[in-house]
Structure formats: structure tokens, C-alpha cells
């Protein structure tokens, strides 16, 4: 037994050169070893504290718009004629500005009148713009939507998932719901855990419960997706979101 020459501890170690070594005593360079750790000990205790009062105040932000638990895919409902993609675009401004990666899609307004659709899908990454409308609905239907043009801005945004800590997606809409349209996008950002942020009108709701029952429902505003992604516990998320199994089949 021996002990540390400056701050006297006692160590069951037998060799003076590996005491030295665990609890060096010139205080010049590194200090004492025993007190080197007690101060590294605190250190640490007070990170977790707070660490845990920031991850109580984003809860406690959740809760202000109505969030009782916080899942990784967030979604907002379409009940009224609110501009939605007004919404998504402003928040993805202001998260962009903070840093954050944001990959995906946004609806633009559509030059056809009467058309029943947005007429471009804008990729964020690159600002590229897609057509989505037809200049003349099929026989039979008065739906302009080119399916095409979808397919065309998936192919796109897909190479953009791997980088992306968020992904904003215009919608979940009919072609989504057949599995069309931009549902690789929705798939693979669900199968690799990346937070989903889009918006779903209640024609497609049944689809959308049907592939994703598990999800958090936003307000549309600004501060309600803020609050959403600041309580996320990244890149700690709900692992339990069916659509996770999926990636860790071999």
C-alpha cells in the first residue's frame, strides 16, 4: 500500500511508477490524479443535470401544443384550407438557418385553374422544380396530377436521405397510398430512423394509419414543429415504429 505524494491517498498498488502514472503528483501539468478525477466526476454530474433540465423544457414545450409522447414521424392533419406548405416551408427555413440537414420536398401553387393539385414539388436540397400537373386531365377524371413528375422528383430527393437529419415531405397523398408517387422516400427514411415531418388529408388517413399508426400529430405552425424536433431524443428514437423491423431484416 502507498500513497500519492500530493494529496496522500492511499493506492493498493505495489509499483511506485504505476502509482505515479494514476495519480501524478506534479501539479504543474495535470495536478493530482485523485483530485483530477474528482473534478472530471463533477464535471460529468453536472452535465447530466443539465442535460436532463434541457430535456424536461423541451418537454414541457411539447406539452404546451398538446404532445403527450414524441415519436420520430410527426404528421399534420389537412381539416381546413390552410396553406400547409406554407407552414412546412417557414419551418424548414427556420431549422435550416440552425444548422440542421433538412432533405425532402415542398407543394408549390399551381398554374392551372381549377386544377385539383399543387402544380410543382420544389426538392429543398437543390431548389429544383418538378412539374406535377398535366395541361389537360385524362379521359374519364378531372385529376391534372402527372404521376410522372413525382416519380421523376422521388428519383432526386432519394440520394439526399443518407446525409439528411430531417426529411420534410409534401404530403402522403393518393399515389402514396397505392405505394406510388413519393412513397420510397416515406419507406426509407421510416426503415433508417430518420425524423419525417409531412402532412395527410383525412381521405388518406385509413392508408396512412395503416402503414404508420404510430406517430406524433402537430398543430400547423411553426412552434409546434420547433417543439416537436427539440424533444426528439436524437439519435435515440422510437425504435418501435413497425416500420423499423423492416431495415433489420438480413
Known amino acids: 500500500t502507498r ?3 500530493a494529496c496522500r ?16 503528483s506534479n501539479s504543474t501539468r495535470t495536478g493530482c490524479w485523485c483530485r483530477t478525477a474528482a473534478v472530471a466526476a ?4 453536472t452535465k447530466v443535470t443539465l442535460d436532463n433540465a434541457r430535456r424536461a423544457e423541451r418537454i414541457k414545450g411539447c406539452y404546451a401544443f398538446g404532445m403527450t409522447k414524441v415519436h420520430s414521424i410527426a404528421i399534420i392533419e389537412t381539416r381546413d384550407k390552410r396553406d400547409l406548405q406554407l407552414v412546412l416551408s417557414q419551418a424548414v427555413a427556420t431549422l435550416s438557418a440552425e444548422g440542421v440537414r433538412v432533405a425532402g420536398t415542398l407543394a408549390e401553387d399551381s398554374e392551372i385553374e381549377g386544377a385539383c393539385s399543387a402544380g410543382y414539388l420544389r426538392d429543398i436540397v437543390t431548389g429544383r422544380r418538378f412539374s406535377i400537373q398535366l395541361g389537360t386531365a385524362p379521359v374519364g ?3 391534372h396530377l402527372d404521376a410522372f413528375g413525382i416519380e421523376s422528383a422521388c428519383d432526386l430527393l432519394l440520394p439526399e436521405l443518407a446525409t439528411a437529419d430531417l426529411v420534410v415531405l409534401s ?11 413519393l412513397w420510397r422516400a416515406f419507406s426509407i427514411a ?12 383525412s381521405r388518406h388517413s385509413d392508408a396512412w394509419q395503416a402503414w404508420a399508426p404510430a406517430v406524433t400529430r402537430l398543430e400547423a405552425s411553426v412552434p409546434a414543429i420547433e417543439a416537436w424536433w427539440r424533444a426528439l431524443d436524437r439519435p435515440i428514437l422510437d425504435r418501435e415504429h413497425p416500420s423499423f423491423a423492416a431495415s433489420r431484416d438480413p
Open 171 to 181: 404530403k402522403f397523398g393518393k399515389l402514396e397510398a397505392m405505394e406510388q408517387g
Open 42 to 45: 463533477s464535471e460529468q454530474a
Open 9 to 24: 491517498r492511499r493506492w493498493r498498488i505495489s509499483s511506485p511508477r504505476r502509482m505515479a502514472r494514476r495519480c501524478s
Open 3 to 5: 500513497h500519492c505524494s
Open 190 to 201: 421510416a426503415r433508417a430512423g430518420t425524423p419525417l415531418l409531412t402532412t395527410v388529408s
Open 141 to 143: 377524371t378531372k385529376c
